[in-house]
């Protein structure tokens, strides 16, 4: 009975080890990637509040009331489509995750004609923001790429594109790091207890 208590307590040592390793890793990978990965702002990406994002959806939400309430739901086709992309252009431009994937939701929805709206370049540009602010570098360079190809001329797709790029070439380093000094802690954990 005594060695089932004393097992219990070695288990739950290693999770607490475990959860401490993880907490320390997610930490050290968001402090090397603010150390060499530039904001947001910095690259010359607005940042949406929560305010401006409630405000796109209760537009969007009015205009989608309307259109049903109207006999001629066509007649609020470009107004609703309008909305619908400033609600996407609000939640690609946040930073909760919620909203990104809301952002994504609408981006992918194959169902929406937008071609009225939103063009290829400003759906890829979107997608590659939304992945950006989604720590995602991998999948906003793919789409900063795809943006530049329909508009070369695109700087802020431009600067995220070379952001990741800058990211991902030193991922290899910081990834590395963060597994040493992971070792390391559970080194030092598992001496201080003998």
């Given at each position: 009975?005594?060695r089932?208590?004393?097992?219990?307590?070695?288990?739950?040592?290693?999770?607490?080890?475990?959860?401490?390793?993880?907490?320390?890793?997610?930490?050290?990978?968001t402090?090397?990637?603010?150390?060499?990965?530039?904001?947001?702002?910095?690259?010359?990406?607005?940042?949406?509040?929560?305010?401006?994002?409630?405000?796109?959806?209760?537009?969007?939400?009015?205009?989608?009331a309307?259109?049903?309430?109207?006999?001629?739901?066509?007649?609020?086709?470009?107004?609703?489509?309008?909305?619908?992309?400033?609600?996407?252009?609000?939640?690609?431009?946040?930073?909760?995750?919620?909203?990104?994937?809301?952002?994504?939701?609408?981006?992918?929805?194959?169902?929406?004609?937008?071609?009225?709206?939103?063009?290829?370049?400003?759906?890829?540009?979107?997608?590659?923001?939304?992945?950006?602010?989604?720590?995602d570098?991998?999948?906003?360079?793919?789409?900063?790429?795809?943006?530049?190809?329909?508009?070369?001329?695109?700087?802020?797709?431009?600067?995220?594109?070379?952001?990741?790029?800058?990211?991902?070439?030193?991922?290899?380093?910081?990834?590395?790091?963060?597994?040493v000094?992971?070792?390391?802690?559970?080194?030092?954990?598992?001496?201080?207890?003998?």
């Amino acid at each position: 009975r005594e060695r089932e208590r004393e097992r219990e307590r070695n288990m739950d040592a290693t999770t607490s080890v475990g959860e401490a390793i993880s907490t320390f890793t997610r930490r050290a990978k968001t402090k090397a990637e603010s150390l060499f990965l530039p904001s947001a702002s910095s690259l010359g990406l607005p940042v949406s509040s929560a305010e401006e994002v409630v405000m796109a959806e209760s537009e969007f939400a009015r205009l989608c009331a309307q259109s049903h309430a109207a006999a001629d739901a066509e007649t609020y086709k470009k107004e609703l489509d309008d909305a619908r992309f400033r609600l996407a252009w609000a939640l690609a431009h946040s930073r909760r995750e919620e909203h990104l994937r809301h952002a994504e939701n609408i981006l992918t929805d194959e169902t929406l004609d937008w071609e009225d709206v939103l063009t290829h370049r400003d759906r890829y540009y979107l997608m590659a923001v939304m992945f950006y602010n989604r720590c995602d570098y991998l999948a906003c360079r793919d789409y900063a790429f795809k943006c530049l190809s329909v508009d070369p001329t695109c700087v802020q797709a431009h600067n995220l594109r070379q952001a990741c790029e800058e990211y991902l070439a030193r991922n290899g380093v910081i990834g590395i790091t963060g597994v040493v000094a992971g070792v390391a802690v559970l080194g030092t954990m598992f001496a201080s207890r003998r």
